[in-house]
Structures are given as structure tokens and as C-alpha cells.
């Protein structure tokens, strides 16, 4: 099976930066994937990392250590929007392919 | 249009009725998803469809029997179901179950079981 931990709580200031880590433990890793979900809202995709290193979209950024086991979600300039529940998500491989998802980050924005 | 879409937006059933939940995409996606989450938990995988065929059963409940009539729709049948089934029931899509790793989230269906 798989099991993905993450904070459950993370809280920052408007106009800073926050990274929401993500450890795993897998077989078959294929890739890992953030997403966002606002309450009461559906959980929409922000990035994914199948490499290491660092993907960037805009103030978003995703960083994978395969060796580690790890990846991080980047959120800069943060926003009160940016407030909401982050999860990353592993992708398996073999056969069909599955996303499991982390336990999820809630993410609380403070002017 | 990126717009997954779902029906009702809320469901309050007793033990005893029969419902279904409804999903619909039109991105020309053949993988599409039935998930349950819970409050404040992530979302949990059901079922996964790839082109119309049930390719993934995670072990649920024959109380909850999902359906593709095609590859825009599909369906989640309830029947019999506890009130532990209340939850939030998430429908997605990909381009396909091998390769895509984006998922599009409907907004969901809001499940009460009393």
C-alpha cells in the first residue's frame, strides 16, 4: 500500500512564503501531484512531478526528491485565497495506474 | 469546457431508498473516477473507469454499484446504505487512467444517509 504524511496545519502571513511538505513510502512510484481544495469546494490540480527538482507555475512551485521519498509545494506572495487544504498525491505504476492522496494541509492565510 | 459536472448537489436518503449519483464530462476524457472524502480527510478512491470498462474496484460495498453508459457519464447507484456513507461523493476524469496525471474534480455530491 501506500502512505503519504503531511502537516495537518500550516498557518503564514499575507505576502509570505509557505512549503507544505509531503514524505511517502510507495511501490511503484510513478509521480507526485499537489492539489488544492477550498472548503466546501473540489480539490483542482496545481502541479506534478515525475523528475526531481523544481517545477514552477506562477506563484506555485513543486519540488521532488525520489532518493528522499519527499516533495514540497511552494506558495509565494501569499494571498487570503491561498487559504485551503493541500494535498499531494502519489501515482503508481503497473497495471492501471491510481492516485492515493496525503492526509492533506490546511493552510490558514493571516493578514 | 473543462467542466465536470455532478447531480444533485445534495442527497439526503434513508436506509431503505435508492438513489443515484450522476456525473458528466464532455474533454473527451476515457478515465473517469468515483471518490468518497469525508470531512477534513483526503479524498478516498472508489472506482475507476478506462474506456467505459470498471478497471478498478477498491473493495466497496456492493451497496454502491457504479455504472458508465458512456464515456461522458457515469453513474453511482446506492442502495441500502448506513449512515457512515454520509460523506461527499467527488467524481473526476483524465485523458486516460495510464499516462494522465491530472485529475478534473467535479463539485461534488453532498450524502446524507439517515
Known amino acids: 500500500g501506500q502512505s503519504l504524511e503531511q502537516p495537518s496545519e500550516v498557518t503564514a502571513v499575507e505576502g509570505a512564503i509557505v512549503q507544505i511538505n509531503c514524505t511517502y513510502q510507495?511501490?511503484?512510484?510513478?509521480?507526485l501531484s499537489w492539489y488544492q481544495q477550498h472548503d466546501g469546494g473540489a480539490p483542482t490540480f496545481l502541479s506534478y512531478?515525475?523528475?526531481?527538482g523544481l517545477e514552477e507555475t506562477g506563484r506555485f512551485s513543486s519540488f521532488l526528491s525520489r532518493s528522499d521519498s519527499y516533495g514540497y509545494l511552494l506558495l509565494q506572495e501569499l494571498q487570503m485565497k491561498d487559504s485551503a487544504s493541500y494535498f499531494c498525491?502519489?501515482?503508481?505504476?503497473?497495471?492501471?495506474?491510481?492516485?492515493?492522496f496525503g492526509t492533506g494541509t490546511k493552510l490558514q492565510v493571516i493578514p | 469546457d473543462t467542466e465536470v459536472t455532478q447531480t444533485p448537489k445534495h442527497l439526503v436518503m434513508g436506509m431503505t431508498n435508492k438513489k443515484s449519483l450522476k456525473c458528466e464530462q464532455h474533454?473527451?476524457?476515457?478515465?473517469m473516477y468515483w471518490y468518497k472524502q469525508k470531512a477534513k480527510k483526503p479524498p478516498e478512491l472508489m472506482f475507476v473507469?478506462?474506456?467505459?470498462?470498471?478497471?478498478i474496484n477498491e473493495s466497496v460495498p456492493s451497496r454502491f454499484s457504479p455504472e458508465c453508459p458512456n464515456s461522458s457519464l457515469l453513474n453511482l447507484h446506492l442502495h441500502a446504505l448506513q449512515p457512515e456513507d454520509s460523506a461527499l461523493y467527488l467524481c473526476?476524469?483524465?485523458?486516460?487512467?495510464?499516462?494522465?496525471?491530472?485529475?478534473?474534480f467535479g463539485p461534488g455530491t453532498r450524502l446524507t444517509v439517515t
Open positions: 473526476a476524469s483524465s485523458q486516460a487512467a495510464q499516462g494522465s496525471y491530472e485529475q478534473y
Open positions: 510507495t511501490s511503484g512510484f510513478y509521480g
Open positions: 512531478n515525475a523528475l526531481d
Open positions: 498525491a502519489v501515482k503508481v505504476s503497473g497495471g492501471y495506474q491510481k492516485v492515493t
Open positions: 474533454m473527451g476524457h476515457r478515465a
Open positions: 473507469y478506462s474506456y467505459e470498462k470498471l478497471s
